[in-house]
């Protein structure tokens, strides 16, 4: 397939090396920024461009991997003629927003990408979505050779992954933070929590969350609970986190035993 | 050395089998529930009990691995004469709670236990503290047979420590439940999402979490973060712990930006 890429950031970055290592051309990468698009597209062996109109008519796939914010800008500024495939990649964008192409649909990789973290893509959970049935099962056939799991979402399951990640994802990485502050402020290293950061991740991959959840709010624990607060009482920011996170373990709690 | 494990649950589990296996003696394993004492104590080549007034008081260790709300009344049980260390692992407890005993000290394992998962603890980062000098040196040596990172670290640092793990791991992990649930209200599977939580925690082995801080709140995207709240507006609590975490990440952006 003849691919262009709208973007050059992180997504754009490790879609486009996948595609290419699965034997497709990057015909072009566009980015506002012509040296971004121009630093992408040399990774690619493609060529750069800071115009949308610029961007070639005949390719098979144009793939969206822009901020969430400017999809809609952007898909108001391409070609409504484009013969290929128009897709984004965004987990809480609405296939609607591509409503002017003749065929469009949506990748959605449920991962989080950092340029500078190298990425294994098989194992990556792709939901794809498309206007037309035909578009689906082409982009299922074509995503199938980058990932082992690609499976078709509506647009309202995919704000639920999107959701659900950025949950898991954004807001655990988000406390991993505060535990770096907290640390910090009393001279210990990062470096002790790390082994229990990755070992609270490697206990959910075979159990339930709530299977294997600890901690005072677990146990109800009040007394260490206020004394945690008591700790932290600089910081209302991270009491308040505290208290909503802790009130919601002792909640569920609760509901099981009931049940 | 000879050990008496007060307590059998997850901590006394783990920390007893460590201990033997490093070659020392589990001499007693006292629970007020004589079953777990015993079926811990069968696991150690040990012996069970239900009386605090039958623990012997002839060994060199005494661990206190129960719920650190009955680590007081566990110790005021305790016979003031004995001769060993007595010492806790509890994160969010002084050390002073140990004061009637000779010798008092506390191991403190940053780490999370579950009685299913089995754990490698030469990575597992340990905190001592003793009153006496002697006592923290006599501690080091016989933790650092069991783990490579053995440190000192006063009972404030240890409260640092605690409610760092709190956030990093406790409360990850109550945030990979709503992850589940949220998955679950749309008929999709939590194996999408275990992925990203691997490699979250993977990705900030190597990193400060702020730097690879990614998500709609990260980009103060409000467009997509209204969104959210939106779709989980039938949960308060969820939109209110969404709506807090949010806020903290969109605000240390501020504050990284005006520095």
Same mark, same amino acid.
């Given at each position: 397939m003849k691919i262009v890429l709208i973007g050059s950031g992180n997504i754009a970055t490790h879609m486009g090396k996948a595609f290419m290592h699965t034997g497709h051309q990057i015909v072009q990468v @566009?980015?506002?920024? %012509?040296? =971004?698009? $121009?630093?992408?597209?040399?990774?690619? =062996?493609? #060529?750069? #461009?800071?115009?949308?109109?610029?961007?070639?008519? +005949?390719?098979? %796939? @144009?793939?969206?991997?822009?901020?969430?914010?400017? *999809?809609? /800008?952007?898909?108001? $500024? %391409?070609? &409504? /003629? %484009? /013969?290929?495939?128009?897709? +984004?990649?965004?987990?809480?964008? +609405? *296939?609607?927003?591509?409503?002017? !192409?003749? +065929?469009?649909?949506?990748? @959605?990789?449920? $991962? #989080? !990408?950092?340029?500078?973290?190298?990425? /294994?893509?098989?194992e990556t959970p792709f939901a794809v979505e498309a206007r037309e049935p035909a578009d689906t099962s082409t982009l299922i056939t074509f995503m199938s050779a980058i990932s082992n799991r690609v499976f078709e979402g509506s647009s309202e399951q995919r704000m639920a992954m999107h959701l659900a990640a950025v949950f898991a994802n954004n807001f655990s990485n988000a406390l991993f933070q505060v535990a770096y502050d907290l640390l910090a402020q009393h001279d210990l290293p990062f470096d002790l929590i790390r082994p229990i950061i990755l070992q609270t991740a490697e206990k959910v991959q075979n159990n339930e969350p709530r299977a294997v959840q600890t901690g005072p709010a677990s146990r109800n624990d009040q007394n260490t609970i206020n004394k945690?607060?008591?700790?932290?009482?600089? =910081?209302?920011?991270? &009491?308040?986190? @505290? &208290?909503?996170?802790?009130?919601l373990i002792v909640k569920r709690k609760e509901n099981n035993s009931e049940n």
């Amino acid at each position: 397939m003849k691919i262009v890429l709208i973007g050059s950031g992180n997504i754009a970055t490790h879609m486009g090396k996948a595609f290419m290592h699965t034997g497709h051309q990057i015909v072009q990468v @566009y980015s506002r920024t %012509l040296a =971004n698009a $121009q630093a992408l597209a040399k990774l690619l =062996n493609s #060529t750069g #461009t800071d115009s949308l109109e610029a961007v070639v008519d +005949h390719a098979d %796939l @144009y793939l969206l991997a822009v901020s969430d914010a400017v *999809i809609p /800008e952007v898909a108001a $500024q %391409l070609p &409504q /003629e %484009l /013969e290929g495939l128009v897709v +984004h990649a965004s987990g809480a964008t +609405h *296939i609607d927003v591509l409503d002017k !192409f003749r +065929h469009a649909g949506v990748i @959605y990789p449920i $991962q #989080t !990408f950092s340029k500078s973290v190298d990425l /294994e893509l098989t194992e990556t959970p792709f939901a794809v979505e498309a206007r037309e049935p035909a578009d689906t099962s082409t982009l299922i056939t074509f995503m199938s050779a980058i990932s082992n799991r690609v499976f078709e979402g509506s647009s309202e399951q995919r704000m639920a992954m999107h959701l659900a990640a950025v949950f898991a994802n954004n807001f655990s990485n988000a406390l991993f933070q505060v535990a770096y502050d907290l640390l910090a402020q009393h001279d210990l290293p990062f470096d002790l929590i790390r082994p229990i950061i990755l070992q609270t991740a490697e206990k959910v991959q075979n159990n339930e969350p709530r299977a294997v959840q600890t901690g005072p709010a677990s146990r109800n624990d009040q007394n260490t609970i206020n004394k945690h607060l008591q700790f932290i009482s600089s =910081n209302p920011d991270w &009491q308040s986190i @505290y &208290q909503k996170i802790s009130d919601l373990i002792v909640k569920r709690k609760e509901n099981n035993s009931e049940n």
